[in-house]
């Protein structure tokens, strides 16, 4: 499996941006780029996925580099309870059934 | 729409001793996954299942770690016997397919002492 790098935590203000930055140099061109989150105590639930084209949905919007090695998450405006443990992963659509493989993610502290 | 189910959502038990984890996917999801989350770490991919076949277990510890999935449904993950390391929250999901969201439940905590 290609592999991310995430910063490991971040701080933001409420109500504030949020851009949550994910570098995967080796990536393929097979591969999409998937986020999910894990709120404390709770199973990890999923973002948002992209694979070349920016994406936007309720949720927050994908950001996606132009050579596809690197991409960002961006909550709009985020509030308290997005404060959890954000995962970049990618999945190779060639593959069927292909893993979903978590590394150790961002965690995000959102300040009052 | 019903979740993923899992069962118990604690368990506390001694070393050697065995225990077993239900899940129950969403209803016609036919890929399922069983993870193992120790405390500050992301999730580890123990097995994943399409419909009842096993598509990856390469990082199940089958000494002791046994899962089924009879029928393409439900789903148990068995330990047997348990070490201390084992403690963990394990936690199953289904459904995603590369480009489709997988669901996942809230988890067992296991506390092996």
């Known amino acids: 499996d290609a592999k991310t790098t995430q910063p490991n935590s971040m701080e933001s203000n409420e109500e504030e941006p949020v851009h949550l930055p994910c570098n995967h140099s080796?990536?393929?061109?097979?591969?999409?780029i998937h986020w999910y989150r894990q709120l404390p105590s709770q199973g990890p639930e999923y973002v948002i996925h992209g694979l070349t084209s920016n994406v936007n949905n309720r949720m927050a919007s994908l950001a996606i580099a132009e050579d596809r090695k690197s991409s960002t998450l961006i909550l709009h405006r985020a509030t308290l309870r997005d404060a959890a443990v954000y995962y970049c992963?990618?999945?190779?659509?060639?593959?069927?059934?292909?893993?979903?493989?978590f590394g150790e993610g961002t965690q995000l502290t959102v300040n009052p | 729409e019903a979740g993923v189910a899992q069962s118990p959502r604690y368990k506390i038990i001694e070393k050697r001793q065995s225990v077993a984890f239900w899940c129950n996917p969403i209803s016609g999801h036919a890929t399922l996954y069983w993870y193992q989350q120790i405390l500050g770490q992301g999730p580890k991919l123990l097995i994943q299942f399409q419909n009842n076949g096993v598509v990856d277990d390469s990082q199940l510890p089958k000494d002791r770690f046994s899962a089924e999935r009879l029928k393409g449904v439900d789903s148990t993950l068995k330990i047997q016997p348990a070490k201390l390391e084992d403690s963990a929250v394990y936690l199953c999901?289904?459904?995603?397919?590369?480009?489709?969201?997988?669901?996942f439940g809230q988890g067992t905590r296991l506390t092996v002492v």
């Open positions: 999901a289904s459904g995603g397919q590369v480009l489709t969201e997988a669901f």
């Open positions: 992963i990618l999945r190779d659509w060639e593959t069927s059934g292909s893993r979903l493989t």
């Open positions: 080796t990536i393929s061109g097979t591969d999409y």
